[in-house]
């Protein structure tokens, strides 16, 4: 069975940091663009950043470029977001998403929380 | 970036309603849409994409359709278990973007 499972999420005070994971399963890990979405309490879906399955692009959204870092580890089928200088519109949860099919999201974790405030 | 504008952000419908959803994007963008449906608590699930294309083991009452800037997610008799929110998004650019979503209420 293909999934996605994120971990890492929690409870942190403003301008501090946190290591997100995302540990992919039962499929070829290293062939696929990998993405993070954000979903604040009670709002939409947001794009936060990509990794290329080449290893040549990595994107961010405005809102968190030079404060969020997307990597990946191959050998370990394992996708990561450092975030640091976190801020209270940062709190939401993150979820990892794969285009496996194409360019749609068609295989999503099931998130993780995080909580920035004092 | 691209924009996405969905209307109406929620409406009210019954049991066997046909029930239509809208997505403008603010630039063309061929036909690089999906569709996603998402229950509380729960990731979204994909529903519909490149504009018209129905996932594996969504049932066929979804269709969607469009091309350029206006797409549209039709539910042609809605069921209890498709009261949820709903979200556009374009592929278009590599960067996704996500319009601001819309909930089916009873």
């Known amino acids: 069975e293909m999934q996605l499972v994120e971990s890492g999420g929690g409870l942190v005070q403003p301008g501090g940091s946190l290591r997100l994971s995302c540990e992919a399963s039962?499929?070829?890990?290293?062939?696929?663009?990998m993405h993070w979405v954000r979903q604040a309490p009670g709002q939409g879906l947001v794009w936060v950043s990509l990794?290329?399955?080449?290893?040549?692009?990595?994107t961010y959204a405005d809102s968190v470029r030079g404060r969020f870092t997307i990597s990946r580890d191959n050998a370990k089928n394992t996708l990561y977001l450092d975030m640091h200088s976190l801020r209270s519109d940062d709190t939401a949860v993150y979820y990892c998403?794969?285009?496996?099919?194409?360019?749609?999201?068609?295989?999503w974790g099931h998130g993780t929380l995080v909580t920035v405030s004092t | 970036d691209i924009q996405l504008t969905q209307s109406p952000s929620s409406l009210s419908a019954s049991v066997g309603d046909r029930v239509t959803v809208t997505c403008r994007a603010s630039?063309?963008?061929?036909?690089?849409v999906s569709w996603y449906q998402q229950k509380p608590g729960k990731p979204p699930r994909l529903l519909i994409y490149?504009?018209?294309i129905l996932q594996s083991g969504v049932p066929s009452r979804f269709t969607g359709s469009g091309s350029g800037t206006d797409f549209t997610l039709t539910i042609t008799s809605l069921q209890p278990d498709d009261f949820a929110t709903y979200y556009c998004?374009?592929?278009?650019?590599?960067?996704?973007?996500f319009g601001g979503g819309t909930k089916v209420e009873i």
């Open positions: 039962g499929f070829s890990f290293g062939s696929y663009w």
């Open positions: 490149a504009a018209s």
């Open positions: 998004q374009q592929s278009y650019l590599f960067y996704p973007t």
């Open positions: 998403a794969s285009q496996l099919g194409g360019d749609a999201f068609d295989l």
């Open positions: 630039q063309s963008i061929s036909t690089y």
């Open positions: 990794f290329s399955s080449d290893g040549f692009t990595t």
